[in-house]
């Protein structure tokens, strides 16, 4: 009986469900701009989110993690620069919309490097520890000759730093506490603190 008036509702070409109203999200196109940053910023965060628990879990191969989460920390630098009118404090923003994700919000706001990086990790290419300590002294020196230089910008010098610990993890023998390595993380953690 019910199969039967609904059959007839549609031949009649009326519905018995009113249709809802439409929400627009913007007016205008700085409106449209403003939640387009503010969708960008939150995929991007849920995106590092993920890309933390798969490296956890071992599912996704260093290498590949290495790789994509310094391409997703650099979008993310650029985007909160480029929204930082729409979106002062991204702690804030993580909280307002209710974005439990810890390991993005370390990654993203406290640490600003790959896991890899900021501890070490085992890599497959290993196999002369002489090339890693040559590596290592190598990003020192280039470190060491951006600072006499007066290279002072965050932007500048952040990269160096941070191919130093990659470099300086990549050593199996030196150990975590070693005075090099926690220089060099804080150092990197008192530059994510900093504006570029």
């Known amino acids: 009986q019910r199969c039967e008036s609904q059959a007839m509702e549609v ?3 009326k519905s018995s469900k009113e249709e809802l109203p439409k929400i627009k999200l913007y007016t205008n196109s700085q409106e449209r701009q403003r939640i387009e940053q503010m969708a960008d910023l939150y995929s991007l965060i849920m995106s590092v989110q993920h890309l933390e628990t ?3 879990r071992d599912a996704v191969a ?3 993690y290495t790789e994509s989460c310094k391409k997703l920390i650099s979008q993310f630098k650029t985007l909160k620069a480029a929204s930082a009118q729409v979106v002062p404090n991204i702690d804030k923003f993580m909280t307002e919309y209710k974005m439990d994700c810890k390991a993005a919000r370390h990654r993203l706001l406290r640490v600003g490097v790959p896991a890899t990086v900021e501890y070490g990790g085992a890599s497959e290419l290993d196999k002369d520890d002489q090339k890693h300590v040559f590596e290592a002294v190598q990003t020192f020196i280039t470190t060491q000759n951006c600072l006499q230089l007066d290279m002072r910008d965050v932007d500048q010098l952040h990269p160096n730093l941070s191919d ?6 990549k050593v199996k023998k030196l150990p975590e506490d070693h005075i090099s390595r926690v220089k060099v993380k804080e150092w990197l953690l008192n530059f994510k603190n900093k504006p570029a």
């Open 11 to 13: 031949e009649d070409g």
């Open 54 to 56: 798969a490296y956890t």
């Open 62 to 64: 260093e290498s590949k």
């Open 164 to 169: 130093l610990m990659a470099s300086l993890n």
